[in-house]
């Protein structure tokens, strides 16, 4: 019980400052580099707030804080996958790779706490831990691999799939994407070249020398569930997976053929050279509804992220002058990529759809989501783009985030501070439980900085980094967290029941609890007049409990441990 209260007393000084006081700013900024090309591709986040960062480097070797990993081929690309604690410092890291390139786009965990990452191999052979993956394409092109790893960095297992073509084009492979659910079942999305087979189900491509998307579902022990296509006489490509708290699944991606089909039953036509798609599935694998957007040139989907209502979030690049999401239009800046983000509801119809970027080309590459609001990243060489009140300025090319309502109004954007010549860009974004964001991309200038920390090159043309943005809790409304003169609650710890206590004044007509996860364990109605609650926890998982109270004008947080 002691060790729980002082958990709770150490999070509770950081709930109980104001929102002034908690406006985001950057916490820290993290490097990795070498004298070569560096990436960070993809990160995600744990329920203890551990950082993943997954991507690669080519060259003998790659630093990460005092860890130094060592490249198997010393001029091909290699695999890292790097843990960091919540404080930014390395747990531990981890390369991988043969005797050519090899590279990790997208890295995922589990509720457990497991990571996952995913990717495409050239070399023969790949060994993750004591599980070792074979390149089966006839010709030396890539195949696709997706491995387990516990928390401490230990492999669980390992898979490599890939295409056996029998006419003479690249056999080329690749996973693009990952998600988990709330079951730790875990999907990965990609596309391929010919006839490839993940587990007991086989995917045909009738047209091999373009590719044909895939989604597949695994449960925790690497066993295929099922899999489905995305075909068509062009290149589709999905890029993009999420997974929603109802545990359906959403893909996104782009297409180029004149008759796309999304699991046999959703046709669709490319109106120019690739337009951008979004799927929604259940879990079982059966698609629920499919959407188009693009217009006459070349229209991708890079990002998508799902709110707690069921609501998806889906955002890329255009270079059309106008782009079509359903019956929405999108406004560009002639023929230079331009930004877009759209929310659409659960059934599948467009809410709204916004143009973001400059008079040069800007490009939006990643989403995630807090309780409230939508973060997007990427990069922008137009001199200025503007997000809300925040008027954004580079010199070359520079990473950003941008803060938007779920009604798709602009709240402010930041970028790394002082370096508007940084040259670098944020392929990947990651919101942890107590709506940290975390940005992770390349740069290729001397030095990039966030908050307190000068990020140095080490000499390479690009190197990774990897930056925190402070507590997140502005939903464009006035919001006080944690307010002890309006919330308060008792006892705490509780073991049976504790007693809300609701300030009049604040006139509160919501209360919703949720653990550490953000996962719903209570909600109801309130009365305005009502002075207090009280809850039943006797059934409540010990840990730690976030309530928010919610009024026409604030919502009010606090928080309390059951022991």
Known sequence: MKRAFIIFASLFLVFVTSSALMA??????????????????SVATDPSG???????????????GGTTLYNASTRYWDIFLVK???????????????????????????????????GS???????????????????GSSDIF?????????????????????????????????????????????????????????????????????????????????????????????????????????????????????SGTWPFTCSGNTDGFIAKYSNAGAVLWANKMGEAQNDNCYGLATDKAGNVYVGGTFNSPYMFCDSRIVYGHGYAFDMFLAKFSPTGTVRWAKGIGGLYEDFLYSIAIDSFDIYITGCFISDTIVLGPSRLITTSKSSFIGKFDTSGNAIWGKVPQGSPWSNSCGYSLAVDNFSNVYIAGDYGADSLVFGGDR??????????????????????????????????????????????????????????????????VYDRSVDSSQNEATIDVSGFAKGIYIVNAFSSVSIDRTMFVVD
């Open 50 to 64: 551990n950082v993943y960062v997954a991507g690669h480097f080519d060259t003998s070797s790659i630093t990460f």
């Open 146 to 262: 997706i491995a387990k790893f516990d928390e401490n960095g230990a492999n669980l297992w390992a898979k490599g799939i890939g295409s056996r073509n029998v006419v003479s084009v690249d056999e080329w492979d690749y996973a693009t994407a990952l998600a988990t659910d709330s079951h730790n079942n875990v999907f990965m999305a990609g596309y391929y070249s010919d006839s490839i087979r993940f587990g007991t189900f086989w995917l045909r491509n009738s047209f091999p020398a373009t590719g044909d998307g895939f989604i597949v579902k695994y449960d925790e022990s690497g066993t295929a569930q099922w899999v489905n296509d995305i075909t068509g006489i062009g290149e589709e490509k999905p890029a993009v997976l999420a997974v929603d708290q109802f545990d359906d699944v959403y893909v996104a991606g782009s297409f180029s053929s004149t008759s796309m089909v999304v």
């Open 24 to 41: 985001q700013n950057w916490q820290w900024g993290k490097a990795g580099g070498s004298n070569g090309y560096d990436r960070a591709n």
């Open 121 to 139: 191999f050239y070399s023969p052979t790949m060994a993750f831990g004591t599980s070792i993956i074979s390149n089966v394409s006839l010709n």
């Open 84 to 118: 960091y604690s919540p404080g930014g410092n390395v747990i531990w890291a981890k390369s991988f790779g043969g005797l050519y390139d090899d590279d990790a786009t997208a890295v995922a965990t589990d509720q457990l706490g497991n990571v996952y990452i995913a």
């Open 455 to 520: 990020l140095t090159s080490v000499g390479g043309v690009e190197d990774v980094f990897l930056a925190k943005l402070g507590q997140a809790f502005a939903t464009g409304i006035d919001e006080t967290v944690g307010a002890d003169e309006r919330l308060n609650v008792y006892p705490n710890p509780a073991s049976n029941q504790v007693t809300i206590v609701l300030k009049l004044s604040s006139r509160y007509d919501r209360l919703l609890v949720t653990d550490q996860l953000g996962r719903k």
